[in-house]
């Protein structure tokens, strides 16, 4: 039965057009994405709390969107988080070499590889260690965003359904892609973005049009799944709400932002891929390897407890003026290349986390830097550091991770920010051609697209 099932799937599929076909195949990616993204999140919180909470004692702050909180904010037993932090990095890099050693370090890359040579090939054991990696790398303090897990299950998923239905191989890359973009939209509750980063993620310089459709469908749906149970708050709240763009004076420091965000973009692909480059040098197996790393990172975080895990509720404490001048100047200067830091020595290593959470905290600690610095002398900057920190998070890793429309979507649906987005151009813009220019990625798998056009059939 289940065989004849799939035979009129199949038949199905052959015989629907674009818009029949996708609308079922993108809704059907996009409710086992928001499964996902479920799943993900409890998992990630989970171990979170045991991990980082109950052995650590510590506890970093929560954005809006994960319930707020300003943590403990000290650590009680100092000496355990580097423990933590590595045994984390040990574990994880175990359950990889051991269930999926073509996934190590790899993440969205692996992803966006297979879209271009073989959509069919990601593992079911891949998805399963990538999900269980990922939880554990987070939870116990590394440095990763829980945005590269939820796509590539749901990009694994898109795998199977072009194994099971004989998708050609235009159609599996639009369903890899579309899992990528609807894995991402609902875990960050970022629908429109989902369905832009579907059509930018697999090339650097150009969109994959027939993923548009598809992606916005599997968007809303994994968006919808996912917010019935984890809740329709923007992650960040509503922090970008109350901007109004009134003084063309500000474009100025919006562009001073790009160009000191795409200068970290620069330096964020250049120190990870340098990182993964010394690690395949290094005569230790895979499972040592993050640990070394792990241990690492815990050092660097008994000095700056920020770079450890997700960093959402650093980058919310960014937004909001009092507590970002609670922060010291030397820290929030420090605070991008720590995190550019601990994420290469986190998942640049051979451990699992996203890569495109730690560029946002990057480039939100870079727009805090350019607002502190000129706060108290510039003309026309904003009384509020949100606006800075917002272009900032669209900048940074809207530039290195070739998908600028999407980062700036997600950015202002995360902070409920849209106003912001018509300035943002100007930053965005900029740290795109410095990144550009260069020819620089942090997806090494990103190609240019081939200089023809699709047209979809009827």
Known sequence: MQARAVR????????????????????????????????FSEALTLATHVLTG?????????????????G??????????????????????????????EATGRGIDGTIEAAHNDPRKIRGRSMVAEFAASAITIGAGGSGGRGGAAAQLSAGFG????????????????????????????????????????????YKDDFEARALFPGLIASVTSYTIFGVVEG???????AGAGYR??????????????????LLGLIYSTTFHGVVKAMERIPASRAVKPAMGGLLVGLLALVIPQVMGTGNGWIQDALDRAQLL??????????????IAATALSVGTGGSGGLAGPGLVTGAFAGAAVWRVLESFA????????????????????????????????????????LILAPAMVAVGIAYFIVSYTGQTIYRSQVCAPKQGHMLDN
């Open 8 to 39: 009129r799937a199949r038949n199905w599929v052959g015989r629907a057009g674009y818009w029949q076909r996708w609308l079922a195949l993108g809704m059907t990616i996009g409710l086992v994405a928001g499964l996902c993204a479920i799943a």
């Open 54 to 70: 109950i052995l650590g004692g510590y506890q970093a702050p929560a954005s809006t969107g994960d319930g707020g909180g300003q």
């Open 72 to 101: 403990t904010g000290h650590f009680p037993h100092a000496w355990a988080i580097p423990v933590i932090i590595c045994l984390g990095g040990l574990v994880s890099g175990a359950l990889i070499a051991w269930l999926a050693p």
């Open 159 to 202: 795998s199977l359904v072009a194994r099971t239905l004989d998708l050609t191989a235009e159609d599996g890359r639009i369903a890899l892609c579309v899992g990528i973009g609807s894995g991402f939209g609902a875990i960050f509750g970022a629908p429109l973005a989902g369905a832009a980063l579907a059509a930018e993620i697999i």
């Open 232 to 238: 329709f708050t923007p992650l960040l709240g509503y």
């Open 245 to 262: 763009f009134g003084r063309p004076m500000e474009l100025a420091w919006f562009a001073v932002v790009g160009v000191v965000a795409g």
């Open 326 to 339: 609670r922060i010291p100047l030397w820290l929030i200067l420090v605070m991008p290349l720590a995190k």
């Open 379 to 418: 003309t026309g900057v904003p009384h509020n550091p949100a606006p800075f920190v917002i272009v900032g998070m669209m900048s940074c890793f809207g530039s290195i991770g070739r998908a600028p429309i999407a980062m700036m979507f997600i950015v202002a649906e995360m902070t409920g920010g849209a």
